[in-house]
């Protein structure tokens, strides 16, 4: 006749349980809230974004820097653009113009 012992942990068996289980929660935290977790994933995705955008202004201001170059190129410059480098940089005036002074607003007290 063989008695049915009831199983008992041994501590051992109970730390090596309880370390298990602190390792795989401490896993679960690093995946969402690691470096590379799913939280850092929106951030690094909103900061994508940004640069994106301001990869997107660049290239605009790059293409209307490009444009302006093409217009003042040696052998075939744009006149509109001439004249108006020369009337905004040397204070240049055509004797038709006619010019406007304007002051800076003075701060109110």
Request: aromatic letters at 4%; proline letters at 6%.
């Amino acid at each position: 006749m063989t008695r049915n012992i009831p199983f008992r942990w041994s501590l051992r068996d109970r730390l090596a349980q309880a370390g298990l289980i602190a390792g795989l929660l401490g896993l679960g935290a690093l995946a969402l809230a690691g470096p590379s977790g799913l939280l850092a994933w929106a951030e690094r995705k909103a900061v994508l974004d940004k640069r994106d955008a301001r990869i997107a202004a660049l290239e605009e201001e790059r293409a209307e820097l490009r444009n302006r170059v093409e217009l003042l190129d040696r052998d075939s410059a744009d006149p509109d653009m001439v004249t108006e480098l020369l009337r905004r940089d040397l204070n240049v005036a055509h004797p038709d113009d006619y010019v406007i002074e304007l002051r800076p607003a003075q701060p109110e007290r």
